[in-house]
């Protein structure tokens, strides 16, 4: 269960060497369910997010006494998460050669197959739209809907201006409305 | 719309169940904080520099077990095989006592094994190898040229020859020369070659006297001369004439 505890006192207990350990492990309990879901969103598959999300917290406990309170720390993590997603999915599509629609179609697939998907046939269709959008679109759409961010934080994580992300929003929900009214 | 109010300008997206689809193993979240902190201080102990400078090569501790496991293996092997022993302390003495040989040898003055070669060999080997590598080409390519009128075996064939000839010459002079082969091709010869033997022996029985001598010419080892015989029978065939 995550805990309430201030990002101020984590980062000041983080600036202590002798309370450094005790900041990450506050940090974790705050963070890493938000974090993995985040992750797991991108790549579907539980394993391949269980691997993603202990590289993006060294990643974290390595730049965290860097960090320079111009964002806020959760955005700062999550900006984090997404390039690690993004970078993974890139290797995918290098390893096996393919388009990033092909790992697409692969990520569907392990979907459908996957034993950590509890959702009804409904909720299945929704991430199969999702699988169908470019990455930016899918982040944009799955940080307001199932993370419920506003617009200033997802700029914040994506670098992208608020404009844009709204008009990339609205793409995403139209695409995402015109596959679930398909027959398929 | 910073809120889920947006949800309603698009129906078919609201009749989605908003709950999160995805499920994770029991218990997950309860120990993903410690592994995260394992997985931390892994990472920092491959990356951490030594406080005293020294280093190791890479994968050095990754590898550290299997090399020792290795070279235990091999030890054990080569120590199988330690059936032959030495005296106590025998390497820890043996340069000693090989120095003190080598001083004692050369205090005696015994000549070393030496081996010795011709008088100026080193001098003309180095000719002699181009000789018979670099410049054996150059010696080959100049050529053999033979006379064959001037060589010795064309003498010795012409001179066989010559011998041949006249001997070949002589043979057949003497042959030709022959007493007995001129005899046969006289006239008198061939005339008595007409007459029966057996009348020639019955003349000789009945006309032979005391005064003649019973010889005939088939006796061994009697030389018969042919002026004689010659003459003799001219006077038989006159007489009976």
């Given at each position: 269960?995550?805990?309430?505890?201030?990002?101020?006192?984590?980062?000041?207990?983080?600036?202590?060497?002798?309370?450094?350990?005790?900041?990450?492990?506050?940090?974790?309990?705050?963070?890493?369910?938000?974090?993995?879901?985040h992750?797991?969103?991108?790549?579907?598959?539980?394993?391949?997010?269980?691997?993603?999300?202990?590289?993006?917290?060294?990643?974290?406990?390595?730049?965290?006494?860097?960090?320079?309170?111009?964002?806020?720390?959760y955005t700062?993590m999550y900006r984090?998460a997404t390039?690690?997603?993004?970078?993974?999915?890139?290797?995918?599509?290098?390893?096996?050669?393919?388009?990033?629609?092909?790992?697409?179609?692969?990520?569907?697939?392990?979907?459908?197959?996957?034993?950590?998907?509890?959702?009804?046939?409904?909720?299945?269709?929704?991430?199969?739209?999702?699988?169908?959008?470019?990455?930016?679109?899918?982040?944009?759409?799955?940080?307001?809907?199932?993370?419920?961010?506003?617009?200033?934080?997802?700029?914040?994580v994506?670098?992208?201006?608020?404009?844009?992300?709204?008009?990339?929003?609205?793409?995403?929900?139209?695409?995402?409305?015109?596959?679930?009214?398909?027959?398929? | 719309?910073?809120?889920?109010?947006?949800?309603?300008?698009?129906?078919?997206?609201?009749?989605?169940?908003?709950?999160?689809?995805?499920?994770?193993?029991?218990?997950?979240?309860?120990?993903?904080?410690?592994?995260?902190?394992?997985?931390?201080?892994?990472?920092?102990?491959?990356?951490?520099?030594?406080?005293?400078?020294?280093?190791?090569?890479?994968?050095?501790?990754?590898?550290?077990?299997?090399?020792?496991?290795?070279?235990?293996?091999?030890?054990?092997?080569?120590?199988?095989?330690?059936?032959?022993?030495?005296?106590?302390?025998?390497?820890?003495?043996?340069?000693?006592?090989?120095?003190?040989?080598?001083?004692?040898?050369?205090?005696?003055?015994?000549?070393?094994?030496?081996?010795?070669?011709?008088?100026?060999?080193?001098?003309?080997?180095?000719?002699?190898?181009?000789?018979?590598?670099?410049?054996?080409?150059?010696?080959?390519?100049?050529?053999?040229?033979?006379?064959?009128?001037?060589?010795?075996?064309?003498?010795?064939?012409?001179?066989?020859?010559?011998?041949?000839?006249?001997?070949?010459?002589?043979?057949?002079?003497?042959?030709?020369?022959?007493?007995?082969?001129?005899?046969?091709?006289?006239?008198?010869?061939?005339?008595?070659?007409?007459?029966?033997?057996?009348?020639?022996?019955?003349?000789?029985?009945?006309?032979?006297?005391?005064?003649?001598?019973?010889?005939?010419?088939?006796?061994?080892?009697?030389?018969?001369?042919?002026?004689?015989?010659?003459?003799?029978?001219?006077?038989?065939?006159?007489?009976?004439?």
């Amino acid at each position: 269960m995550p805990i309430e505890v201030d990002d101020a006192e984590i980062l000041s207990k983080f600036q202590d060497e002798k309370t450094r350990n005790e900041a990450f492990n506050l940090l974790l309990k705050k963070y890493q369910q938000k974090i993995y879901w985040h992750i797991r969103r991108m790549v579907i598959d539980h394993d391949d997010a269980d691997d993603l999300v202990q590289d993006v917290f060294i990643k974290v406990w390595k730049n965290l006494a860097g960090f320079r309170n111009d964002a806020q720390l959760y955005t700062w993590m999550y900006r984090i998460a997404t390039n690690e997603c993004i970078t993974f999915l890139n290797k995918k599509k290098q390893k096996n050669n393919v388009s990033l629609d092909d790992v697409a179609y692969e990520l569907a697939d392990t979907l459908a197959d996957s034993a950590y998907f509890s959702g009804d046939a409904i909720q299945r269709k929704l991430q199969e739209a999702l699988l169908t959008l470019p990455e930016k679109q899918k982040l944009v759409f799955n940080m307001k809907y199932y993370d419920d961010m506003k617009y200033e934080e997802i700029s914040q994580v994506l670098g992208t201006s608020v404009g844009a992300l709204k008009a990339s929003f609205h793409l995403a929900v139209k695409k995402i409305e015109a596959h679930l009214l398909s027959k398929d | 719309m910073e809120n889920k109010d947006w949800l309603d300008d698009y129906m078919s997206l609201k009749q989605v169940n908003a709950e999160n689809p995805f499920a994770v193993p029991a218990g997950y979240f309860d120990d993903l904080g410690d592994r995260i902190v394992s997985a931390k201080n892994l990472d920092e102990l491959k990356n951490k520099k030594p406080l005293d400078g020294f280093a190791v090569p890479e994968n050095y501790f990754e590898e550290l077990a299997g090399n020792i496991q290795s070279r235990i293996t091999i030890e054990v092997a080569l120590d199988k095989d330690g059936d032959f022993t030495v005296p106590e302390g025998y390497f820890d003495n043996l340069a000693q006592q090989i120095q003190s040989r080598i001083l004692v040898e050369e205090a005696l003055g015994e000549p070393a094994e030496q081996f010795t070669v011709p008088e100026g060999y080193f001098n003309a080997l180095n000719k002699n190898i181009l000789d018979k590598t670099v410049n054996a080409g150059n010696t080959n390519r100049k050529g053999i040229v033979r006379r064959m009128f001037a060589s010795t075996a064309f003498k010795y064939a012409t001179a066989a020859c010559f011998t041949v000839a006249l001997g070949g010459g002589i043979l057949l002079t003497e042959i030709a020369n022959n007493p007995v082969n001129e005899h046969n091709n006289s006239f008198l010869h061939k005339q008595l070659s007409n007459v029966p033997v057996d009348e020639i022996k019955s003349y000789l029985q009945l006309n032979v006297d005391a005064g003649d001598t019973q010889q005939t010419v088939a006796s061994e080892g009697t030389t018969v001369n042919d002026a004689d015989l010659k003459n003799a029978l001219q006077n038989y065939a006159d007489s009976v004439q």
